[in-house]
T-cell receptor, first 111, second 113 residues
Framework: LAKTTQPISMDSYEGQEVNITCSHN???????ITWYQQFPSQGPRFIIQ???TKVTNEVASLFIPADRKSSTLSLPRVSLSDTAVYYC????????????FGGGTRLMVKP | EAGVAQSPRYKIIEKRQSVAFWCNPI?????LYWYQQILGQGPKLLIQ????????DSQLPKDRFSAERLKGVDSTLKIQPAKLEDSAVYLC???????????FGPGTRLTVL
């Protein structure tokens, strides 16, 4: 399983763009990259998934460089409600092995 | 669409006692997962079911933990006997097929005294 490394914590202010980078140097050819968000006392919630280049949905963008050894979750114009822990997962969705969450990144959004 | 249901939400037991958690996944989801999340850490997969068969239970402490998913729908996770270090939130999740997106339940917070 590909191991992921993320910053332990990040601070931001309301209205700013936040970029959280995840390193996954030993990502395999068939592996996808998935990000989850978790609020206190709740289960994680899916944010976005991608394989290469850029993926965008209504809440975030995911940037993956050509070598795929890292990825960046971009949250546009964060608000206080985006304060949460963000997890990067890497694995093969067909095999179903993308289930190692790691420590995550604690994002604190300040007013 | 109803989400993943779990019960109970909270449980307090003494060490060496037994406890069971129940999970009802989203209708039609073939894959069900149980995770253990210790305070301050990310969720750790305990067991993954595909319908009623076990796909991965490599991190399940089988001397004290057991899980079943009869009829491929709801599932039960049991701990017998419990230890202090089992204090954690137990999360159940389900997905339609492969792990494109997992849907998590609210979790059961277990405290072992």
């Amino acid at each position: 399983l590909a191991k992921t490394t993320q910053p332990i914590s990040m601070d931001s202010y309301e209205g700013q763009e936040v970029n959280i980078t995840c390193s996954h140097n030993n990502i395999a050819t068939n592996d996808y990259i998935t990000w989850y968000q978790q609020f206190p006392s709740q289960g994680p919630r899916f944010i976005i998934q991608g394989y290469k280049t850029k993926v965008t949905n209504e809440v975030a963008s995911l940037f993956i460089p050509a070598d795929r050894k890292s990825s960046t979750l971009s949250l546009p114009r964060v608000s206080l409600s985006d304060t949460a822990v963000y997890y990067c997962l890497v694995g093969d969705p067909v095999i179903g092995n993308m289930l190692t969450f790691g420590g995550g990144t604690r994002l604190m959004v300040k007013p | 669409e109803a989400g993943v249901a779990q019960s109970p939400r909270y449980k307090i037991i003494e060490k060496r006692q037994s406890v069971a958690f129940w999970c009802n996944p989203i209708s039609g989801h073939a894959t069900l997962y149980w995770y253990q999340q210790i305070l301050g850490q990310g969720p750790k997969l305990l067991i993954q079911f595909q319908n009623n068969g076990v796909v991965d239970d490599s991190q399940l402490p089988k001397d004290r933990f057991s899980a079943e998913r009869l009829k491929g729908v709801d599932s039960t996770l049991k701990i017998q006997p419990a230890k202090l270090e089992d204090s954690a939130v137990y999360l159940c999740a389900s997905s339609f097929g492969g792990v494109g997106e997992q849907f998590f339940g609210p979790g059961t917070r277990l405290t072992v005294l």
